[in-house]
Structures are given as C-alpha cells and as structure tokens.
C-alpha cells in the first residue's frame, strides 16, 4: 500500500480584475502544490510556472523526502532568478504537501514559501498547517496587529519571503501524520483572501466530492470579489499505510491572518504582482 492513497480536484481562475492568471498548480501524486507568481506582465507566470515544472520532475514516486524537496527548491530558485521582466524581477510563492513516509505511516510533508496556504481539515476542524511570510503575519506574531485590524492594514499584501524577487528566505517544512479522511486544502491568497476560516470549512464540509469542493470554492471566491488570480487544490486521504502506529503529532503553524487583494514583496524583495 501506498503511504497515503488519495482522492484529488483543483480549481484555478484569473479572478475578476486580472487578465492574466500568474497562478500555477501540480496536482499529481505524490505532490499537491500552489504556486502564485509575481513580477507584473508575463514574469509572474512564467516563475510559478518554472517552479512547478521543477517540482513535477518527482512525479510518479510513492513518496517523497524532505531532500527531494530542498534540491527541487534550489534547481526552482536557479530558474525564476533568471526571469525577469523589465526593471523588476519575478518571483513567487510555493505551498502544498507531498506524501511522504516515516517507517512506513504516512505523513503530508508540507512546505511553504510566501503567503498561499495550506491547510488540513480534520474531525470537523480546518488548521492551517502553513504560516504566513507577510508583514501582518510577523506583526500578528509580536502582538503588534490583532486579525481584524489586519484585514484593512495597508501592508496586508507584503511578504517577507519568496522564490526570486530578491528573496534568499527559506522554506518552512512540516511533518504532519496523515489520517483516513483528512481533507487538504492548498491555495493561493486569491482564494484565502475572500474566504474567511469558517466559510472555507463550511464548504470543505458540505461537499464530500473534492473535484466538487475545488470548483466551489474558486466560485465563492469570484462571487466575493475574485480581486486577484484563485486557485485551489483539495485533497482527501482514502487510505493511509501504517495509521495505526501514526504518533499523536499536531501540526505546526496554525496561525492566520485575513489577507486581501494582491501581494507584493516587501521593501527590499523587488518585484511587484
């Protein structure tokens, strides 16, 4: 048996306000990502893009490591940095999960760059598992910003990391214990941006079809405003190898802010979407 056997939809529209969609997804076992470019004109496109074509070099496997991801990143960084468009330079953000395994349990093997997200929903209950790399999040962390202030804060859509756009942060990675019926969703603040945690529940919950989630949600989302590009990957776990021996690990992160619109780069990471 495969570490965890899985049931996937994805959605991706360019919104409303946009005419062009400079998010780019990989949804194909084992890995489930979102990548949300930026860099204005074709640029951002293009570095979503080349960061998903590096990744999907690991298709096909049962599994994948955390070093496998580490030099699919590198190889990632190589490419974008060489994009450019204009005076600015390309960048993009990276969320997903991958399975992967541990003495034969499953585990989602998540990483983040940026502020698209990935969450888990469980039990009745949606995490997010990935945390934001965005000035509100960092002003959140030091007690600086409550959510609801944060929702109107004018750097709402500034990151403090990214793959290119002057960027050299690192990823975040988690291990997470993977569990029969767990529903991932991984998106970009398109989508996360329109959609509050309850709302985005409220939908994970009420459609059991995870094509059918996917495409609901991307809805929702242009129905609210669908002020930027949207794109959404909902990912259910039908069989997980080894459970019965899963530790009883929660996943880190869990912190959010309500973001909106766009996001650029902060001062210092060039490049604007």
């Not at 899985?6 to 076992?29: F, K, Y």
């Not at 489930?32 to 004109?41: E, I, P, R, S, T």
């Not at 945390?131 to 999040?137: A, E, F, R």
């Not at 941006?193 to 991307?218: F, K, S």
Request: aromatic share 4%; net charge negative; hydrophobic share 40%.
């Amino acid at each position: 048996m495969k570490p965890i056997d899985v049931a996937c939809g994805t959605a991706t529209h360019e919104g409303r306000r946009r005419t062009v969609n400079e998010d780019s997804l990989l949804a194909s076992a084992p890995l489930f990502l979102v990548a949300d470019g930026m860099g204005g004109h074709d640029a951002g496109d293009r570095a979503s893009a080349a960061v998903v074509e590096e990744f999907a070099a690991l298709v096909g496997r049962d599994s994948i490591g955390i070093d496998d991801m580490r030099a699919a990143l590198r190889r990632a960084r190589v490419r974008v940095g060489a994009i450019a468009s204009g005076a600015r330079a390309a960048g993009t953000t990276l969320t997903g999960v991958a399975v992967s395994e541990v003495g034969g349990v499953g585990y989602w093997l998540t990483i983040n760059v940026g502020d698209s997200r990935t969450y888990r929903f469980a039990r009745g209950v949606l995490e997010q598992i990935s945390v934001d790399h965005s000035v509100v999040q960092e002003l959140i962390d030091a007690g600086a910003l409550d959510g609801v202030s944060a929702a109107a804060d004018r750097r709402r859509n500034e990151i403090t990391r990214a793959i290119g756009a002057g960027s050299d942060g690192e990823a975040d990675y988690w291990m997470v214990p993977a569990e029969r019926g767990d529903r991932i969703l991984v998106c970009s603040d398109g989508l996360s941006g329109e959609l509050d945690a309850a709302r985005l529940a409220e939908i994970l919950a009420d459609e059991h079809d995870p094509q059918g989630a996917a495409t609901r949600l991307v809805h929702e989302a242009l129905v609210r405003g669908g002020r930027d590009n949207i794109t959404a990957i909902v990912l259910d776990a039908i069989g997980v190898g080894g459970e019965e021996d899963v530790f009883d690990t929660a996943p880190a992160g869990g912190r959010r802010a309500d973001l909106d619109e766009d996001t650029r780069p902060r001062s210092g990471t060039r490049g604007e979407r």
